[in-house]
């Protein structure tokens, strides 16, 4: 079993986030764009690009592509 079919085991690292704000971060860190998470997650598009603002905030950071540095210094440091 590989870390994309199974997020789950990664959920644990982000206490602070709900299980869909964390699969949102874990699937925008792999890659996929709003329109494939939304698909994934059964939402629209925009739903999925207001998660990724919330999660901007959340981390307190000002560009989206720094939310996969995120993901991997929680795996990598834990």
């Known amino acids: 079993m590989n870390a994309l079919s199974s997020p789950q085991r990664w959920k644990k ?3 602070e986030l709900t299980e869909k704000q964390f699969l949102c971060l874990f699937y925008y860190s792999i890659g996929f764009n ?3 998470i939304g698909t994934l997650m059964h939402c629209e598009a925009q739903t999925i690009r207001n ?3 919330i999660l901007k905030q959340i981390f307190y ?3 989206a592509s720094d939310l996969r540095a995120v993901l991997l ?3 990598f440091m834990t």
């Open 61 to 63: 950071i000002d560009k």
């Open 73 to 75: 210094l929680r795996i």
């Open 13 to 15: 690292l982000f206490p």
């Open 34 to 36: 709003s329109k494939r």
């Open 51 to 53: 998660q990724i603002q």
